[in-house]
T-cell receptor, first 116, second 110 residues
């Protein structure tokens, strides 16, 4: 399978703990995105990378959230001091510029986080 | 700011045609995408419009009117497997991110 992969698929944690999620994009894709989705809503943009550079970050992303893409391949999203409101599906997507400005984003299966 | 509006739910019969509308308000609009998401699954790309008019891909078509800030997704010859949530998403000219609507849940009945 050469699609976008995410790990873990499910995470249950207690409030106040730190969690880290990993995303492996499609290998030739240089753009990588993180979104958050809650039940009954559309994905909500968090941040995106072009290669290793983090080019945009949502204002909704508090200081407790940090993302990295150190070698321009996989990415990690860390949430520190989790809160119950962080419970959501965290989706990763990737794209490549060869498709033009309307390039398709390919989504991974997501990491479902539950904060107790 | 920006906003997208689409109906929350649509029900249709197998074999029928259904249209899911999307209106948007955003500065710097560049293009409109449509994604399908089955329960528990990942969003999957369906179509993209940057110019006015109709784009056809098999049973699915998408339309855009930039002057009306309006688009729709047309699904023909509905099948049970089309039961899913459908999201319109705006791309702005200043960014590669997508801004999603809250989705339309389509239920296809026999």
């Amino acid at each position: 399978d050469t699609g976008v992969s995410q790990d873990p698929r499910h995470k249950i944690t207690k409030r106040g703990q730190n969690v880290t999620f990993r995303c492996d994009p499609i290998s030739e894709h240089n753009r990588l995105y993180w979104y958050r989705q809650t039940l009954g809503q559309g994905p909500e943009f968090l941040t995106y990378f072009q290669n290793e550079a983090q080019l945009e970050k949502s204002r909704l992303l508090s200081d407790r959230f940090s993302a990295e893409r150190p070698k321009g391949s996989f990415s990690t999203l860390e949430i520190q001091r989790t809160e119950q409101g962080d419970s959501a599906m965290y989706l990763c997507a990737s794209s490549y510029p060869g498709q033009g400005a309307g390039e398709t984003q390919y989504f991974g299966p997501g990491t479902r986080l539950l904060v107790l | 700011g920006q906003s997208l509006e689409q109906p929350s739910e649509v029900t249709a019969v197998e074999g029928a045609i259904v249209q899911i509308n999307c209106t948007y308000q955003t500065s710097g609009f560049y293009g409109l995408s449509w994604y399908q998401q089955h329960d528990g699954g990942a969003p999957t790309f369906l179509s993209y419009n940057a110019l006015d008019g109709l784009e056809e891909t098999g049973r699915f078509s998408s339309f855009l009117s930039r002057s009306d800030s309006y688009g729709y997704l047309l699904l023909q010859e509905l099948q049970m497997k089309d039961s899913a949530s459908y999201f319109c998403a705006v791309k702005k000219d200043s960014s590669y991110k997508l801004i999603f609507g809250s989705g339309t849940r389509l239920l296809v009945r026999p």
